[in-house]
């Protein structure tokens, strides 16, 4: 494999090899196959698939044929996908085929392939589904030349489409090369979801003999799993083994072990023979890509990335130049991937490497501190998993379990299983806190950081910095939830802690100077508007910013981006989102010139990154374009914010808030252009998001109010009139009596109420509320 020949034919050896391996269809004799053909074909040209005009079949696998067809309504491709065996499958079969339809009915994700109908005619069974045009992944990689950075590229969006997967409790169980199709622009879709299962629905003991040494198991046998080579209960770390043998098979151009022979020994091999290391095979591959491969084909299920998520960070982390999780535990490690990616003077990192042999006098009570957070950290695993596999689908009324409900399930769990183990209960609680605020759904995060700091400060007396992470997390989702007054404390004792346990110069403190910024410049807004007339145009809070927070913030943040440049480089998320920050600061100090720089230098900067950075780069988008709103640029603003809006659209949890942030804000801007009909249609949708997880916020209140002005631009003064009046109750509920908000909501209830009056005796009468 030391010449580009040798590594060409390596890669066409093992395609051809897995091709064998994986065709279940050559079970089947030739004769019967034409038959299957002739009776399907019979079927389908006598067109009983209403609506769809079937050109060709595409592929024939052990579950299912799959054909492209043309949707005559839209006269878009699609594939239909169609039961194999027909009238005669048995109900175990149809109940298989009809799971996949409902698997992927659940899962939303750009590189996952989207199941538009199903049916069954003539009782042939069929699923309606995105028609893919692209190479499997594996002959993509051998014929493309792509080097070892940009498979991984790739394979990170792989990754993250399996995570997605994961969150929505669904294994897929078969992946292999065949089952992920690259298309033209080089971009990866997730197929075949004939063998995945709900997470919530496998239980200990569970039969999974439909995964084992049944047809569609055989063809996959390559790339199972040891538990599913054992006939053992299985989880979301199955699909992790699986992508390490894709990964190991994209990068080496071979199986972690032989492949061939009886079934019998291969299922040896898979449950205990250790995988050769991949350097071997090529030596341009690090010690970090070695280690992330051995991570996931660790035979031990504990001993893996415990979710693709996992996976993918650690992928993200080494495209980055950052140190990868799975190598964590090695002082010497670190220390050399500090020295790399800081280039610190010889001189320098020579008093480093003395530092070495003061630390040896330590590793003996390091050892048992590692041992003992790794016992909590399999036994909060277990927790999570017992969680997952108790799950009743009964919980949401259907079959349908969002994460919303299986996160209440495991908040209410973790109440009454880990009131011995506070440690466990912590961690657990900061965990639930993060999920809940990734959702959007601040104010149950906050309930759980709550609770988290509450028992690490029982645990410990002194400074913990598990605990300032938990501050630090508590203050931003106050923040988030609009309880600007009540963040800061916990931002500035995390902060404080920090400072303490870690030097001024780290990446902790950084972090927490960014996190109290933040709120620092919130809080500096709701003064502003405070003090702003009730006419103020829209974005014009921004020059009343309270001068003092949006010093100290302005302050905060330069000493955070000195930092993170110093130790993450110009080219950094991190970077990015403190450049963003400073960019607002500014702008509240009316230095738009400035604010500007930073804010367009902060979007390019997510745009030129690697890896998939959409939803911050949604983010930054939203700060440009508020900074545009200030200055009267409603065309750029309205780009900003389309752009954004489109992101979150698709990546973020139904009814987030920061999608109907973009969406109130593009409401305004057509109600500033005078197309009201669109600023109602966008207002209306932001309305009903807010209303599903923010009913009592200032943000729902903003969004009544402009609904309320939209209705009196048109003359439906009795509609304005109910709006006005949600609006003011929410802002009398909130704000004090004399601010501007409630000041403004009253003059255009009056208002309403005036030219109601003033119709009455053109229409004869009180007009009726719609």
Request: charged fraction near 25%.
């Amino acid at each position: 494999m030391n010449t580009a020949g040798a590594k060409e034919s390596g890669h066409r050896a093992w395609i051809a090899h897995a091709r064998q391996q994986s065709d279940t269809a050559d079970r089947h004799a030739g004769a019967a196959r034409a038959a299957d053909r002739a009776e399907l074909s019979s079927v389908l040209s006598a067109a009983v698939l209403d609506g769809y005009s079937i050109e060709r079949e595409i592929h024939r696998g052990g579950q299912g044929v799959v054909y492209r067809a043309l949707q005559r309504s839209t006269n878009r491709a699609v594939a239909i996908k169609v039961l194999r065996e027909g009238p005669l499958a048995t109900p175990a079969e149809r109940a298989r085929f009809e799971r996949e339809g409902h698997i992927l009915g659940r899962i939303r994700h750009p590189a996952i392939v989207t199941v538009h109908d199903s049916g069954h005619a003539a009782g042939h069974y069929y699923l309606v589904m995105d028609y893919i045009e692209g190479q499997p992944l594996d002959v993509h990689v051998a014929s493309s030349g792509r080097r070892i950075r940009a498979t991984l590229h790739l394979f990170l969006r792989i990754c993250e489409a399996v995570s997605a997967a994961h969150l929505r409790g669904v294994m897929h169980r078969d992946l292999k090369p065949s089952n992920i199709l690259v298309d033209a622009e080089g971009a990866p879709h997730v197929l075949d979801f004939g063998l995945a299962k709900l997470a919530d629905s496998v239980t200990p003991g569970e039969d999974h003999s439909d995964a084992t040494l049944t047809g569609q198991f055989i063809g996959s046998l390559p790339w199972s799993s040891p538990e599913q080579a054992a006939g053992q209960d299985i989880d979301i770390r199955t699909d992790v083994y699986s992508l390490g043998v894709l990964l190991y098979q994209l990068l080496t151009g071979a199986f972690p072990y032989p492949v061939t022979g009886p079934v019998a020994d291969i299922l040896q091999r898979v449950r205990s023979h250790p995988p050769q290391r991949p350097r071997a095979l090529r030596r341009e591959i690090g010690d970090e890509v070695e280690t992330i491969l051995l991570t996931c084909l660790q035979k031990d299920p504990m001993r893996r990335y415990q979710s693709a998520g996992e996976l993918a960070r650690d992928i993200s982390h080494y495209l980055a130049g950052e140190p990868i999780v799975a190598k964590r535990d090695s002082s010497w490690y670190m220390l050399r991937k500090g020295l790399r990616r800081h280039r610190l003077p010889v001189g320098v990192a020579a008093a480093f490497m003395l530092t070495l042999a003061v630390f040896g006098v330590s590793m003996a009570s390091a050892r048992l501190r590692a041992e003992r957070e790794a016992d909590k950290a399999q036994r909060v695993l277990a927790f999570v998993r017992n969680m997952l596999a108790g799950i009743d689908v009964d919980i949401s009324g259907t079959d349908e379990l969002t994460v919303h409900e299986v996160l209440d399930h495991a908040a209410a769990r973790a109440e009454s299983e880990l009131a011995d183990q506070p440690a466990v209960a912590a961690a657990v609680h900061h965990t639930l806190g993060k999920q809940y605020a990734a959702l959007g759904l601040y104010q149950d995060a906050e309930r759980h950081y709550t609770r988290s700091v509450a028992l690490r400060r029982s645990l410990s007396a002194g400074d913990d910095p598990e605990l300032a992470e938990t501050l630090a997390d508590l203050g931003a989702a106050l923040q988030d939830k609009g309880d600007i007054a009540l963040a800061e404390a916990p931002a500035r004792e995390s902060l404080a802690i920090r400072r303490r346990l870690f030097a001024e110069s780290s990446l902790e403190v950084a972090a927490s100077l960014h996190g109290l910024a933040a709120i620092l410049i919130d809080e500096g807004f709701v003064r502003a508007v405070a003090m702003a007339p009730i006419d103020a145009p829209q974005g014009a809070g921004a020059a009343y910013l309270a001068n003092a927070r949006a010093t100290e913030a302005e302050r905060l943040l330069r000493a955070a981006l000195a930092t993170r440049r110093l130790r993450l480089g110009n080219e950094h998320i991190d970077v990015a989102a403190t450049t963003a920050l400073l960019g607002w600061s500014l702008m509240g100090l009316g230095r738009l010139d400035e604010a500007e720089r930073a804010l367009r230098d902060s979007v390019e900067q997510v745009r030129r990154l690697p890896g998939d950075n959409e939803r911050d780069l949604a983010m930054h988008l939203t700060f440009l374009s508020d900074l545009l709103r200030s200055r009267g640029e409603l065309a750029e603003e309205e780009k900003a914010v389309r752009e954004a809006a489109d992101i979150r659209a698709r990546r973020l949890a139904a009814n987030h808030p920061a999608l109907a942030w973009n969406l109130l804000c593009l409401a305004r801007i057509q109600y500033k252009l005078g197309n009201h009909a669109a600023a109602e249609t966008a207002c209306r949708s932001a309305l009903d998001m807010y209303i599903a997880r923010r009913p009592r916020h200032n943000d729902t209140a903003d969004c009544q109010q402009l609904l309320a002005r939209i209705c009196d631009a048109q003359g439906r003064h009795a509609e304005a009139e109910c709006w006005w009046q949600a609006c003011l109750e929410i802002r009398r509920a909130l704000l004090p009596p004399d601010h501007p908000d409630q000041a403004f909501a009253e003059q255009g209830l009056q208002s309403s109420r005036e030219a109601q009056r003033a119709d009455e005796p053109l229409s004869g009468g009180a007009p009726q509320v719609p």
